[in-house]
């Protein structure tokens, strides 16, 4: 997860109807994130030749109110998958931006050491994100830049019906904090134009969260 500052008025126009910009001190976030889905199911039942495999996507951070508490969520701008029946059944289900292209990660942790990296193939090019890290993972502390990151349990997406919500369970996870990265991708063109200047700066924080068991309920309109 590598996470950059972005001015909130380049997010504004994508933000869902019933849900607002969620900040940290008076700052929010875009998010690369890689990740690798394991044994996945969908509606209890696993499919054939499509249970493994990686996911990389761009998001941004909102909250909605429900009754006397804050929903925390996300927004995904993009989602690169592997494979294009992952892509539809996922448009299918969420309505969110999925698009298949060629992908492959290597993950390598021996002793106390952590390399991983998510790679995927546009055109003739191959574009990753890459990080190290050192030692053991870490609680993540309340309060925290981390926990903002990681501690969203509920997606948002744009429809042209209005919003939809989605709930999202993981117990809290530990992280590394990375002892290098890098992001190396044409950002205007996978991303959008309006993202390139946010996504070329240095990110405010970059970090590697240990995986665990992940439910994803399903969606409902608002």
Same mark, same amino acid.
């Given at each position: ?121 546009? &055109? ?10 050192? &030692? ?27 919003c939809s919500e989605y709930r999202v369970e993981h117990p809290r996870w530990k992280i590394w904090n990375a002892k290098s990265f890098e992001f190396n991708a044409d950002t205007a063109a996978l991303d959008g134009k309006q993202f390139a200047e946010a996504l070329n700066q240095r990110p405010r924080s970059a970090f590697i969260a240990d995986g665990s068991p992940i439910t994803v309920q399903k969606r409902e309109m608002l």
């Amino acid at each position: 997860m590598v996470n950059y500052v972005v001015d909130p008025r380049l997010i504004a126009p994508l933000v869902p109807a019933e849900t607002q910009i969620d900040f940290e001190n008076g700052e929010t976030f875009l998010s690369v994130v890689g990740f690798l889905f394991l044994d996945t199911r969908l509606l209890g039942l696993p499919i054939p030749l499509h249970r493994d495999f990686e996911e990389v996507n761009l998001r941004f951070y909102v909250r909605r109110k429900s009754a006397d508490t804050w929903r925390r969520g996300v927004v995904f701008i993009r989602e690169l998958v592997p494979r294009r029946a992952i892509a539809l059944l996922a448009r299918a289900f969420y309505g969110e931006n999925y698009v298949a292209v060629p992908m492959k990660h290597d993950i390598e942790h021996v002793d106390s050491n952590l390399k991983v990296e998510y790679s995927w193939r546009r &055109g003739s090019k191959w574009e990753s994100l890459k990080m190290t890290a050192t &030692g053991e993972a870490q609680p993540i502390p309340a309060g925290s830049h981390a926990e903002f990151i990681t501690e969203h349990y509920w997606g948002y997406t744009s429809l042209r019906s209005g919003c939809s919500e989605y709930r999202v369970e993981h117990p809290r996870w530990k992280i590394w904090n990375a002892k290098s990265f890098e992001f190396n991708a044409d950002t205007a063109a996978l991303d959008g134009k309006q993202f390139a200047e946010a996504l070329n700066q240095r990110p405010r924080s970059a970090f590697i969260a240990d995986g665990s068991p992940i439910t994803v309920q399903k969606r409902e309109m608002l």
